[in-house]
């Protein structure tokens, strides 16, 4: 025979699947000594078979129940339904995880008429009694019979208002039976029979609430938003009540055992004397801080704090706690892991290692990747943000808190932030050509796109606060114009955002740092000493580069050197060595930018200092490079002597259909070796100079985008060999160095054994694996693939964590390969993967050395590496 009851002294914690997590508590509480009024936990297999057979409650279950009924009395000397002293009960839901729309806690269970005039007699306190049968009546007919509140707060009002009253304890007893009277009338007109005065089919009406409960439209939507099974159900406690309305001996409270705000290992919470149940977070009477319980009760104060610390203790974490006292008796009601800021997680789990309380994995594991994005970026002031005026609300698409003054377009953005401006990017949505804009802006908000829009990607690829698709606002780009309700903002005018809750507020709001010191340092060491995976960054620029060993980078994974062509003083001549006609004018063209280059390595490798870096090759296609506009292509041919009919043609040559899939890459060094050539050259010459200054020796990493095939890198890798040769010969010295590739064609990855012959090092390109790998054009996805997610073909974007399935096979495939070619193969990850916790696990499992990403998101990527590691050990 199953067993479906379990008194609270028979659980204990480990329990939590059968008893729920409230039930396993207060059986653990039970257990611990704790004055635990007592009860029993009806479990969650109960509630499975209920639902079985025919959703009804089985006599053999019933029976069972009455059984430890039975035990309780046994317990208390008191008899449930007894006339004289009755024993009342609560009875209390509670699931393996808590979800909204269980059912609520019904109170002073096995009241009736005339238990209530034992409760009167045994207490002295004919108010109290009648308190509390007529508050079992409503909660009763509310929560387990679905009968409206608000019938019954009119009964009670109209009484209030008969008699003059403000507040209810002003009520009188005969007051309350009145009131008890018209309650049960409602109860009669709606169920069409009496209220139930059987205490016994009072606690089956209740237990069966509660299993009900756990399929309630709510609570399935809520199981199904959290990949939540529909099949555990939930457990029901049914525990002897002990009152903290019982007079001004009595009150009821909740605390913290450390405050769940900013971690300060210092108990917190509130109290108020004389008072049930919800009393203290209802906010209808103002609760005292839990320090002043300490004069009014002061025996009771120290129990409590003991028993805190003590629970503490036991569950080695902090905890939330409910207390009731009774007569200055101290009795504990609930306990659990307490809710927490992201500061206070932190906090929290270091106190708890430096106390012994906790090893430094358990700490590691209780930090949510979520929690340490939150901290890193600046967030507002709390208390400034309390009298902010919010004005819409979009989508958290990238964390962080932002003000500034609002401006329509890129280019005003970055003249503003040239005066030296805070500005805002209000766009529709954002587009490549916005990347300035962006990376000027102090934030981004769009009226349009979802969590994989351009903005949100880029935004959180550069650590900038975003709020994207924020329906409630509409954007006139051309007008200059941003509206609201119906009210309008103009250019200049200031907003502010927050992309950790997608809040937008009118005006500046006061802001706090990230703190990179103190407790997160102590858990980044923590991290540092348990991860395999090297973290490395994605960073262009030394200020970045900085930035990013501020955040623990341990190297550079991917330096794109594009954004070197791009600036204005030597974008016509990149567009002059594009453009060129003969290889003497590419050349000539290529010696003006090789000394830009070599100062931008140089900067980033003293930014580095020894640490590795790889700076890969240029990438992006030709066209991006090209002149668009008539004045552009006659400046352009003027300062080549060339005819602007002669340039607009070879620039119109250079038109592509899929830019993307066209000349760029590799294959640009293919048709024009020279540039590769130049790059390679820079990198050697930078190297060696800064080598030369300090007691290192830099060992250059070299990375060729895009390769398909191994000839193809032999090919061009060739001549990036000959011309290092070539500075070494002329320098007169030689640095060691190594030549790799991206694997981001699905064709290198099924090649990866071959092209390893030529390659010293493979990094993964999951944005581009993953484009070619779907065949999803990475620009033009967000337009569909919400409905993918929707429809549930896909889970989540391809694009933000990886597929491991498709494309991680791939990855995985090239490891292998890569590895029987060249056992020593080093391995990485630069695509924006590389910062994604589920990805960050998946190249920890597959043997990756190292992933990179970008400097804001360097500390979670840690994190999911060390916490890959720890995860592995307890499989295992
Ligand atoms: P929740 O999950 O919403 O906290 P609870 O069942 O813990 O639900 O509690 C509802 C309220 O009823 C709490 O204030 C709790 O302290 C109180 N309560 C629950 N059981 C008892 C009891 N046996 N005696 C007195 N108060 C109780
Ligand atoms: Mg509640
Ligand atoms: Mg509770």
């Known amino acids: 025979m199953k067993k479906y009851v379990y008194n609270f002294n028979e659980g204990k914690k480990e329990m939590k699947h059968l008893l729920g997590g409230k039930g396993a508590n207060l059986a653990e509480m039970t257990n611990l000594g704790l004055s635990v009024p007592p009860g029993f936990t009806i479990t969650t297999e109960a509630c499975i078979d209920f639902y079985d057979q025919n959703e009804e409650i089985s006599e053999e279950m019933m029976n069972e129940i009455k059984e430890h009924v039975g035990k309780v009395e046994e317990q208390l000397g008191k008899k449930f339904a007894d006339k004289d002293q009755p024993l009342l009960f609560s009875v209390r839901s509670g699931a393996v995880v808590s979800m909204p729309g269980m059912m609520d806690t019904i109170l002073n269970l ?55 009253y403000k507040e209810d304890p002003e009520l009188t007893a005969e007051d309350l039976k009145e009131i008890i009277k018209g309650y049960k009338e409602i109860y009669l007109e709606e169920k069409r029979e009496e209220f139930p005065q059987d205490p016994m089919k009072q606690l089956y009406l209740a237990v069966k609430a509660v299993f009900s409960s756990w399929n309630n439209a709510r609570a399935f939507t809520y199981r199904n938003l959290n990949g939540i099974p529909h099949n555990l159900g939930t457990a029901v406690n049914v525990q002897s009540m002990v009152f903290g309305n019982m007079g001004n001996d009595s009150g009821t409270g909740v605390a913290f055992s450390r405050n769940p705000a900013d971690g300060e290992n210092r108990i917190f919470g509130e109290f108020l004397m004389n008072a049930q149940g919800e009393d203290v977070v209802a906010g209808i009477r103002t609760p005292k801080s839990i320090d002043e319980l300490k004069q009014v009760m002061p025996a009771i104060y120290e129990e409590f704090i003991s028993s805190a610390k003590k629970l503490e203790n036991h569950y080695r974490d902090m905890q939330d706690i409910e207390f009731t006292i009774q007569n200055e008796k101290l009795y504990f009601l609930q306990t659990r892991n307490g809710k927490r800021t992201a500061k206070a997680a932190i906090n929290v789990a270091v106190d708890l290692v430096e106390e012994g309380l906790i090893s430094k994995e358990e700490a590691v594991l209780r930090i949510e990747s979520a929690q340490l994005d939150n901290i890193l970026h600046p967030n507002f002031d709390e208390k400034a943000l309390k009298s902010a005026e919010k004005i819409a609300k979009g989508l958290p698409a990238s964390p962080g808190a932002a003000s500034g003054k609002v401006y329509f377009t890129a280019e005003a953005v970055v003249e503003a932030q040239g005066r030296g401006e805070a500005c805002i990017l209000v766009r529709q949505e954002t587009s490549p050509e916005d990347i300035e804009g962006m990376n000027s802006a102090e934030g981004i908000l769009t009226a349009r796109g979802g969590m994989t829009s351009h903005a949100a990607v880029v935004a959180r690829g550069m650590g900038k606060c975003c709020v994207a698709g924020c329906q409630e606002i509409r954007v006139d780009e051309a007008a200059k114009v941003l509206k609201y309700g119906n009210k309008t903002l103009k250019e200049g005018d200031v907003i502010s955002l927050n992309g950790s809750t997608g809040e937008v507020y009118l005006g500046d709001i006061k802001k706090v740092n990230a703190e990179l010191t103190g407790n997160f340092k102590k858990l980044m060491g923590y991290i540092d000493e348990i991860k395999r995976l090297g973290v490395r960054t994605n960073a262009d620029t030394p200020k970045d580069a900085k930035t990013a060993v501020d955040f623990g980078a341990e190297g550079i994974g991917l330096c794109r050197t594009e954004h070197m062509f791009f600036n204005e003083d ?95 890459g ?86 990866a054994d071959e092209i390893a012959n030529e390659a010293e090092f493979f990094s993964f390109g999951t944005n581009d694996l993953t484009q070619m790998g779907f065949g999803f054009s990475r620009d033009d996805a967000g337009k569909f693939l919400g409905e993918y997610e929707n429809n549930e073909i896909l889970e989540v974007s391809p694009f933000e964590a990886i597929d491991q399935k498709g494309i991680g096979k791939l990855m995985k495939m090239a490891v292998e390969l890569g590895k029987s070619t060249r056992p020593d193969i080093h391995l990485g990850i630069c695509g924006e993967h590389g910062g994604e916790p589920s990805s960050v696990e998946f190249c920890h ?3 990756l050395d190292y992933v990179s990403c970008s400097p804001y998101r360097v500390p979670i990527a840690k994190l999911a590496a060390a916490q890959a590691v720890i995860k592995e050990k307890m499989e295992g």
Not at 134 to 144: E, T
Not at 681 to 693: F, N, T
């Open 570 to 664: 030597r974008i016509p001549k990149v567009r002059r060595m594009i453009l060129a006609k003969s290889v003497e004018m590419r050349e000539k063209a290529l010696a003006e930018l090789l000394p830009h280059q070599r100062e931008d390595f140089a900067g980033i490798y003293e930014a580095m200092g020894e640490r590795p870096v790889t700076v890969r090759l240029l990438d992006p296609p030709l066209h991006e490079f090209l002149p668009t506009t008539k004045a552009d292509i006659e400046t352009l041919a003027g300062s080549m002597g060339v005819s602007f009919e002669e340039l607009k043609d070879v620039v119109d040559s250079l038109h592509e259909v899929n830019p993307m899939l066209g000349h760029r």
């Open 845 to 847: 499992k597959i043997g």
């Open 110 to 164: 096995g009241l009736n008429d005339e238990t209530v005039q034992g409760l009167a007699r045994s207490t002295n306190n004919e108010r109290f009694a009648y308190d509390s049968y007529r508050r079992f009546i409503q909660m009763f007919s509310d929560v387990a019979m679905g009968i409206s509140k608000s019938r019954f707060d009119l009964i009670l009002d109209s009484k209030k208002e008969e008699k003059g």
């Open 666 to 751: 590799c294959r640009l060094a293919v048709t024009y070796p020279e540039i590769y050539r130049m790059q390679a050259r820079a990198i050697m010459e930078a190297a060696i100079e800064v080598s030369s200054k300090h007691e290192y020796d830099l060992v250059p990493e070299i990375m060729v985008p895009l390769i398909g095939s191994e000839k193809e890198l032999k090919f061009v890798k060739d001549h990036i060999v000959d011309e290092i040769e070539q500075v070494f010969e002329e320098q007169s010295t030689k640095l060691t160095y190594k030549v790799g590739t991206m694997i981001e064609i699905p064709r290198a990855a099924i090649t």
